[in-house]
């Protein structure tokens, strides 16, 4: 059945497919009673995500459709589900009550639910933000906007790219939105990245849009890219809507008047959130206009390598920095924890504030225990407080507030004073006892669910309430007491008391007594064991106690209406204001207490280039192995000296474990936190680069080795003299030679290249490159040490000078489970080659000296006077005693001193 009206639709049909017009593009929860009902093709995508029944339903005149529902109690379950596939949901409720509605109820979309504006508490992860973010792409520009209908956040920015879309890229990385709006470059209604069956099967020669670009990178970004009308994205547009929603005649208090893109995302975020949310609006009370030029850039590779929010191994957020530094206590504290960890800062200045904070707690163990319990009950203030801004906030979230605010009473009534690393947010934390006492004066301690149930506001609050309920109670206990009374006053000893919707109250007689029912007993209805009467005086019990019920419900309704509305009005940026700052001291006891527990030190931090760690830890393999403890090693790079650290040794050594230390201590560092050493002086970085793992890229058909020159390409590309590189196995993708030349070559460049020049930790299997810390001047060789025991190796994960000699790949074989037949094998293949060498090899090494190296050798020293030094040390070169790989190198070596001369 197609979702078009006819002739004889039924008004519920009618009324049906009136508000499906209005949401073409969202699946329609569409409120019948006890259940939310969908239709049509709504009805066969919900039955398909949700695996729930698919029916039909009759509408009468021959009109029949698809069907399928969920109970309204457990609606929400359902519509995140529909929310993680990426679908909108749009949530038609009754608006006026069956019960008195003459003819058809009347129904109202009230909410439109997508990934970036879910405000149930219930979807959404309580120390995550839920950003919906918008994206403008300029010719060598980027503007991204984002907001938070939660907690009230609004940010926009404009910054210069050279490559836009990698830029745009990188910043939604950082931000991580639930929802990303770009402009559409399709009728509304198509699901971007999500073909319907019909078009799958159709020819698209259309240039793939923005939308379409980003959604390929939807599992890269983990941000649902929506693509929105054009009209909201348009620079006049936009801004006259940030005008008319700030009530102000130009843009310049927020910072963004003269960034054109920066508007045009901010406008369509406004556009977008009036169309789903419109009650969320009023909270958005500034914009703040940001520079990303003030943060420590790390792009998805590196936030992926460094595992910072989720562990690479089970995705979870345990074994990931963040699982070992969140000992927050509240919501709004491991969010902000969350965005520290995200923007990483150059500022000296802030950053030392964040690392006075972090000492105040660590240096005062009395300090965290007297924090912490408090802390704990302060809650979610932040939602809770933006929740009553959009006037949805529920009985038991105006109690939960209170309770926080009580809970930050207890928590200045136990420190008189703060000490001075903390002083600057303890004056922002305001307990605000009249707002706790107008809620505990208002609201009962344990309220139902939702104002409909009745019994929310307190006895004592309100006069008029208190006088409809004393009634109530009377006549109910006049209702009560009237079986009793009417048995003695009849001797009719079975007679009782009942109640149905259908004829209210009344008195039910068996038959055997009937004899004895007295004259002024009005006959209602007749049943097979009886009769059922009524009095006067029942009917007019009856109706004060249902109009008391109406009257109760509706005056309960209108006084927790005005509480809420007086929260929002008088007390809610109060109430903002400490609940940012309580985020701040929750961090700041967070990383103390996690600085104390684990051993951690106050690192130094300075705008030189350098960094020295004194046993050095790697925080997250610290923490996940307790039992078995950690090899702690020095770490001491420059980029005017020690530029660039070669690290060879075994598998399983610990090599990545080292290389990813320093970079986590390094950003550790830079976020304001202590770091895992016994000392450390850090010198800011601009960004982190990282070229670690193998893994290929099926959805753009990029093998492994692709993947990681792309990647390897970026680095190169961006790099500058204050950053810091992880490379780990570069060129173990392709074969050992074409490995080692591109593997030799980045180091080159890296050292030799002025405009790059970053400090590089370099981890490979390329035992030759070594002997680049002899002939670069700003490499060093180290390697991890083992040892040999009666043919067992022993892993001894302390770093050391030089470079290693074997990789011990066979033996890591044997400990992985390789059956032993294979690992004998591995052994003899192994002492054939190392006692035979390759003669292949060789051979191929002494054609490579005649044909490359000697004729411009010879050329160049045609005419000396007396020998070359470099001929002579050509024809020395004994290249049978030399491994291929050796040999090769040495060769190299020469050319380039040739052609030095």
């Not at 191994?313 to 963040?322: A, E, H, P, Q, T």
């Amino acid at each position: 059945m197609s979702e078009t009206a006819t002739s004889t639709s039924s008004p519920i049909r009618l009324q049906y497919l009136g508000v499906k017009r209005q949401h073409p593009d969202a699946l329609l929860f569409f409120r019948m009673g006890d259940f939310y009902e969908m239709f049509d093709e709504d009805a066969e995508t919900a039955a398909r995500e949700l695996e729930i029944t698919l029916t039909r339903r009759d509408w009468g005149r021959g009109e029949k459709s698809a069907m399928a529902g969920v109970p309204h109690h457990a609606a929400e379950g359902y519509i995140a589900r529909l929310i993680a596939r990426g679908y909108r949901v749009a949530v038609c409720e009754q608006v006026s009550d069956p019960a008195l509605a003459k003819g058809l109820v009347e129904r109202e979309v009230l909410r439109v639910v997508t990934p970036g504006t879910i405000v149930d508490p219930a979807m959404l992860a309580a120390k995550r933000n839920n950003y919906l973010a918008a994206a403008v792409l300029g010719r060598d520009a980027v503007g991204i906007a984002y907001a938070d209908v939660t907690t009230g956040e609004f940010a926009c920015t404009q910054f210069a790219a050279a490559q836009p879309e990698a830029a745009l890229v990188q910043e939604l990385a950082r931000v991580q939105p639930a929802e990303a709006l770009v402009e559409a470059t399709a009728p509304r209604g198509v699901r971007v990245g999500r073909p319907t069956p019909a078009a799958e099967d159709e020819d698209d020669d259309e240039p793939e849009g923005l939308a379409e670009r980003l959604a390929s990178l939807n599992g890269r970004l983990n941000t649902h890219v929506t693509p929105f009308e054009p009209r909201a994205f348009r620079e006049d547009a936009a801004r006259r809507l940030l005008l008319e929603h700030f009530a102000v005649a130009t843009l310049d208090a927020f910072g963004c008047e003269g960034l054109p893109l920066a508007v045009r995302a901010a406008g369509a975020v406004l556009a977008y959130l009036r169309e789903t949310q419109r009650g969320a609006l009023p909270q958005f009370t500034a914009l703040e206009t940001y520079s990303t030029a003030g943060f420590m850039t790390l792009d998805a590779h590196t936030r992926r390598n460094l595992e910072l929010f989720e562990s690479g191994r089970g995705g979870g957020v345990k074994g990931s920095l963040l699982w070992v530094l969140d000992a927050t206590r509240t919501p709004m504290g491991g969010r902000l924890l969350r965005r520290w960890l995200a923007e990483p800062l150059l500022d000296l200045t802030r950053l030392r504030q964040r690392q006075d904070a972090v000492a105040a707690t660590f240096e005062d163990g009395v300090l965290r225990a007297r924090l912490a319990p408090a802390l704990a009950k302060a809650g979610d203030l932040e939602r809770l407080t933006n929740r009553v801004l959009q006037r949805i906030a529920t009985p038991r979230d105006l109690v939960a507030l209170a309770t926080g605010l009580r809970a930050i009473e207890r928590l200045r009534d136990a420190i008189a004073e703060a000490p001075p690393g903390l002083a600057a947010i303890w004056s922002s934390v305001a307990p605000l006892p009249e707002l706790a006492a107008l809620v505990e004066r208002a609201i009962e301690d344990e309220p139902p669910l939702t104002l409909s149930d009745g019994g929310v506001i307190r006895a004592g609050y309100s006069d008029e309430l208190d006088e409809i309920v004393s009634k109530s109670r009377n006549a109910r206990q006049w209702v009560t007491d009237l079986e009793r009374s009417e048995r003695e006053r009849t001797g009719i000893s079975m007679l009782k008391v009942g109640y149905n919707k259908v004829f209210g109250y009344y008195l039910e007689v068996t038959n055997s007594q009937l004899a004895r029912v007295p004259g002024d007993y009005i006959r209602k209805q007749t049943i097979t064991t009886g009769e059922r009467f009524i009095t006067p005086d029942l009917k007019e019990y009856e109706a004060l106690i249902l109009n008391a019920q109406e009257k109760i419900a509706k005056l309960e309704q209108e006084l927790f209406a005005a509480l809420r509305a007086e929260i929002a009005a008088r007390w809610a940026e109060r109430v903002l204001k400490t609940a940012r700052a309580l985020a701040e001291l929750d961090v700041a006891l967070a990383l103390g207490e996690v600085a104390a527990r684990q051993n951690y030190c106050r690192p130094a931090l300075d705008e030189g280039d350098a960094i020295h760690i004194v046993a050095g830890r790697h925080p997250v393999v610290e923490a996940s192995q307790r039992d078995v403890p950690f090899v702690p090693n020095d770490t001491e790079i420059a980029t005017g000296d020690a530029q660039i650290l070669l690290l060879t040794g075994p598998n399983m050594a610990g090599k990545s474990t080292y290389l990813r230390q320093v970079a986590l201590i390094t950003l550790m560092a830079q976020i304001g936190a202590f770091v895992p050493a016994e000392a450390a002086r850090i010198g800011l970085v601009d960004r982190i680069f990282t070229r670690i793992g193998a893994q290929d890229d099926l959805a753009t058909g990029q093998s492994t080795f692709m993947v990681e020159m792309v990647e390897t390409a970026g680095i190169l590309h961006h790099a500058t003299p204050r950053s810091l590189v992880i490379l780990d196995e570069i060129g173990r993708g392709t074969s050992t030679y074409d490995g080692l030349a591109i593997a030799r070559a980045i180091v080159e460049y890296l050292h030799n290249n002025k405009r790059c020049g970053a400090k590089t930790l370099f981890a490979t299997h390329y035992h030759e490159l070594v002997e680049l810390s002899r002939t670069l001047p700003r490499v060093r060789a180290y390697n991890v040490a083992v040892a040999e025991e009666q043919g067992h190796v022993v892993f001894l994960r302390t770093i050391v000078p030089g470079g290693a000699d074997k990789s011990y790949g066979i033996h890591v074989a044997q400990l992985a489970g390789i059956p032993r037949q294979v690992v004998r094998r591995a052994e003899e293949v192994l002492e054939e080659l190392e006692r035979k060498g390759d003669a292949k090899a060789r051979r191929r090494a002494m054609r490579d000296m005649r044909e490359q190296v000697m004729p411009p050798v010879m050329q160049m020293t045609l005419f000396a006077a007396e020998p070359d030094p470099v001929v002579e040390e050509l024809k020395a070169l004994a290249v049978d005693e030399l491994t291929p790989l050796e040999a090769l190198t040495r060769l190299y070596e020469l050319q380039r001193k040739a052609r030095e001369r």
